[in-house]
Every structure is written in C-alpha cells, then in structure tokens.
C-alpha cells in the first residue's frame, strides 16, 4: 500500500523544474509519457499534473503538483477542505473539487486492500502457516470496528517463553486504533490443546483489554488442528 513516505520520497527527488510544460522533451511530459509508457512508471507528480491539466502564471503544472504533494499525500487530500485546498496558488474551487475527490477515492482503495477477520474460518486462513513452523511465534492482530486488519505483531517463542508484554500489546492497539485483537500461537509438536499457561496469558490479556475498552475476540492456538480458546475454554463466560 502505498502511504505518505511514498509520495514524499518521489518528491525529494524531483528536480528543480523553471520552464513550462511546453519546454519540456515531449517524452517528459505527463500526458505524452503515460501514452508511450503507462500509468505505473511514472511519478505521482506526473500523474497528478495530468488531473489538473493545468499550472498558473510563472508555475507549471509539476511545479503545482510537487508542491500540493509535498504538503498532503494523496490520501490526506480527502480530509482537507475545498477552502484550504485554494490555499494553493493555481488552485480553483474546481480543481480543489478535483483534488478533495482524488483523496477520497484513494482512502477508499486503502480500505479495499485492508483484509478483514470476521469469523473462524478468517482465522484459520490467516494462521494455516504456523502449523509448519518448526519453532514457536506468538502472532497478533489488531482489527478496526470493521473487522478490518489495521496492524499485524509477530513475536518469537511461546506465549510464555516470549516473556508476553501485554502493555505492549494494548500500546500498540492504541497507536493502530484497533477496537480489538486476536491471538494466536502455535505448537510445534502438533498438539492444538491449550496448555495452562495458555489459558492465564488470555486470562490476563482479556481482563487488561476490559479496562482499555478493547476486545480480546479469541487465541488460537494451531497443532496439527487449530483450536480456539475462546469457543473452548469457558474464559469469556
């Protein structure tokens, strides 16, 4: 997915550009080099010269475009208002129009990409691959009110070997803006049976979670088999 580093890093390094797009070799202009080279190799300056179409007096459009985008990633666009956005020299009501609708459009293909856990099955999809694993990891996952994976912690060792920060794991909710987690560690011998030690951790992240407002929604633990605790253990009873 591609995020604000992204976009900035492009920027960095776009040279210093004092002629207009007609001075340009016709193969560096935005429009001529989408025709003889497609969308994904060119910048996302180019690619936004070619929306706004247009720069402004003693500005041309990469100009305009590495300016905008050295102030707001694409996605930011959409939080920004039609009047901030005219803030930008060359930018009309129209054009803001065009950028604020661009913003929106990208954050919602960021949430597209987002992949979502909303039953077992999820889960079990999410998690197959630790059952080959020859060595013990414990693997979290942060999820928004949607369901959506928003942040992803791997650890290795076994839940109790791992020495388990739980402050560290309602810190890192916190800074993903999860509503909810899910854990789930493996055994190495095959064995899909909670062990006791299993069952005070999830005790133990559960009660933290209550007083965070944050849901523990299960911990898997994955043998040969997969089992969840939260259908066979009785802790959220």
Known sequence: MLGPKFFKSEINHLPNV???IQELPEEERPREKLEALGAEDMTSVELL????R???QGKNVKELSSEILNEHSISEL?????ESLKDFEGISRVKAGQLKALGELSRRAERAERETI???SDVRAEVGDMK????EILRIFYLNSGNE???EEEFDGSVSDVGLDVQQIFRSAIECKASAVILAHNHPSGESMATKQDLRTTEEVIEAGENLGIDVLDHVVV?????SLREESGLWN
């Open 78 to 82: 959409g939080n920004q208002g039609l």
């Open 54 to 56: 247009t720069g402004t």
């Open 149 to 151: 994976v928003v942040g």
């Open 223 to 227: 043998g040969e088999e997969m089992s």
């Open 18 to 20: 004092d002629y207009t």
């Open 132 to 135: 080959f694993l020859d060595s």
């Open 49 to 52: 010269s070619i929306i706004l």
């Open 118 to 120: 909303e039953n077992l």
